[in-house]
């Protein structure tokens, strides 16, 4: 863990390696760590503009120093152990302890300074993907830059010239690289606080992984069989909810680094996507959705005002990415007998499990897996198994939640009367009003 007012108010520094004779800092900014997989509280600024900061699902927003009028930050860039959920954890590459990255925070405005620091073993580079730079130092390795060698120190430096929201990941060995999770985002405030305010502001990126159950490591070679989809490289049950107080205007910033496109959808609520890593939308131009389609290496930005309490899902609307591990070899069993085929399956394998004849509900299921893997489908709440996993969390609505409360509420308390219920099914089949038969009807 770090202070952030104890890194900004001391500016603790790290050693005394000078990185490029440009470079008026005396010394590299310390880079801060972080162990842990939930998400922190927003750093407030102690200075400069005022504006109502981000918090990362499950991650953190990288603290800086202040050297003159630059802003200065520092990525390391590493191997890490990645905590996918309670009970799987993967060897990926990111930055700082983690992967994703921490968030980058600052001004519309404001100049920057980030060091980055590789401990990787092979060289690596920082693209700052949206936003509009200098080319030399756009952090495209061999083009625009040397490729940073392991154990060196490249320093980055510009303005940021527009807020919005935009990402971080390598342009060096990008295959390998970004398969292994270094990616993170980036969000400019605007200088005006004033323009399009709101009270809470969440943000994530989007990847996804194949990594075989009981294994450590994804394969940075597979290109379209994933079956791990994660926002920042959580899957349900391990995805933080989004605590949400009644009538606040909310905020969600997503980034999509994955190899497919994700349409995001909440429930119980209509929004309207304000932003993309291109720039803001006028109001004008925007319509109410309760989807938003995410393209590949792209940013969507959508403003919604919770004004329905209650605990609401939130997903993307590709069935398969809201699972976890599942094997795509697995038959369609649906229909057979699953007295018959157990007793055909139990000759070969004793210990072997019938699944599928009515279909794959996995909340009684129970069967051996690997060490290091998850169930395909998880998660329990209050009603019983939700029978969910990969991209998929919930935005808890509630009232009177403080300003900056981000923890989990728990389970919504239903107000009597509006819970969905059984009623008794009548003794025989209703009866139907016959319709026309299919060789009458013009087609």
């Known amino acids: 863990m770090y202070s952030r007012r104890g890194f900004l108010g001391t500016a603790a ?9 440009r470079v008026q800092a005396a010394s590299i900014p310390e880079a801060p760590h972080m162990d842990k997989v939930v998400m922190q509280p927003p750093l407030h600024p102690i200075s400069g503009p005022d504006y109502r900061p981000v918090v990362t699902l499950n991650g953190w927003s990288l603290p800086f120093r202040m050297n003159g009028d630059w802003k200065e930050f520092h990525l390391v860039a590493e191997p890490v152990v990645r905590e996918f959920a309670e009970g799987m954890k993967v060897n990926l590459w990111g930055y700082n302890g983690q992967s994703p990255g921490p968030t980058i925070e600052a001004v519309e405005g404001d100049k920057v300074r980030i060091f980055v620091t590789n401990r990787l073993p092979e060289y690596t580079t920082v693209h700052w993907h949206g936003m509009i730079i200098p080319s030399g130092m756009d952090g495209v390795g061999g083009l625009t830059q040397p490729h940073i060698q392991p154990g060196k120190t490249f320093v980055y430096e510009f303005e940021m010239k527009k807020s919005g929201t935009f990402m971080y990941h390598p342009h060096s060995d990008e295959m390998v690289q970004m398969a292994m999770g270094m990616m993170g985002m980036v969000v400019v405030h605007p200088r005006d606080p004033n323009f399009r305010p709101v009270d809470r502001d969440f943000v994530f990126v989007m990847s996804t992984y194949r990594v075989d159950p ?37 905020r969600v910033r997503i980034g999509n680094l994955s190899m497919t496109n994700h349409p995001i959808h909440l429930h119980g609520h209509s929004f309207a996507v304000t932003c993309t890593d ?34 609401w899902a ?24 699953r007295k018959d085929l157990a007793k055909a399956v139990g000759k070969l ?3 072997g499990m019938a699944m599928g004849s009515t279909g794959m509900a ?3 299921m129970e069967m051996p897996a690997p060490d290091n893997t998850l169930p395909m489908m998880t998660g329990t709440g209050q009603f019983g198994p939700i029978e969910m996993g990969g991209m998929f969390t919930v935005m808890k609505i509630r009232e009177n ?16 009367g509006t819970v969905a219920y059984e009623v008794e099914a009548p003794g025989a089949a209703p009866a139907r009003q016959p319709g026309t038969p299919m060789q009458k009807m013009k087609m």
């Open 314 to 337: 939130f997903h993307c609307h590709k069935s398969h990415h809201t699972m976890n591990a599942m094997g795509h070899e697995v038959r369609n069993l649906i229909g057979v007998s």
């Open 214 to 250: 009981g294994t450590y490591l994804p394969l940075v070679n597979e290109m379209t069989d994933f079956n791990m989809w994660t926002w920042n490289a959580r899957v349900f049950p391990g995805i933080d909810p989004l605590p949400v107080r009644l009538g606040d205007k909310v």
């Open 13 to 21: 520094l790290a050693g005394a390696s000078v990185v490029s004779g």
């Open 278 to 311: 291109g720039g803001w939308i006028q109001e004008s131009a925007q319509y109410p959705e309760t989807t938003t389609d995410v393209p590949v290496g792209a940013v969507r930005v959508f403003d919604v005002l919770a004004d329905n309490p209650g605990d």
């Open 349 to 351: 394998a004793p210990d």
């Open 401 to 416: 939640l403080a300003r900056d409360d981000y923890r989990d509420p728990g389970p919504y308390q239903f107000p009597k």
């Open 362 to 364: 996995m909340g009684n």
